[in-house]
């Protein structure tokens, strides 16, 4: 935190073993409830498509992790399959992709 420098947990993207750019957080339990995991989500989010030009970015969670499941729906993520990660058999596929930005073209003659 910006405030008192406490490190609650860690946030950001990796390229994971399907080849997806995935998003991953985990917040220190005493500190869930707060937005953190929802606000770091979001700046990832915000980075990975205005500097780092990603198309699209995945989240996957357990599907019994309700809080990751509405922090993934917070971000503006929709729901794309059920899969299997790391051991877990049934979870949950979240994507979002960069939105689209209007682009002006001249035309020449």
């Known amino acids: 935190r910006k405030d ?4 609650i947990g860690w946030c950001g993207l990796k390229l994971n073993e399907e080849g997806y750019v995935d998003i991953g957080f985990r917040i220190f339990k005493k500190y869930w409830g ?3 995991a929802t606000e770091a989500a979001q700046k990832s989010i915000d980075l990975g498509f205005s500097k780092f030009g990603l198309s ?3 989240g996957r969670t357990a ?3 309700h809080g990751s499941f509405r922090v993934l729906e917070k971000i ?3 729901f794309f399959k ?3 990660c790391h051991g877990i058999e049934n979870a949950s596929y979240f994507k ?3 939105p689209f930005t209007k682009r ?4 020449l003659n």
């Open 76 to 78: 503006g993520m929709t």
């Open 104 to 107: 002006t073209f001249k035309i």
């Open 96 to 98: 979002i992709e960069r």
């Open 63 to 65: 599907n019994d992790n």
């Open 4 to 7: 008192d420098l406490e490190f």
């Open 82 to 84: 059920n899969g299997e």
């Open 34 to 36: 707060n937005g953190y």
């Open 56 to 58: 699209e970015i995945i």
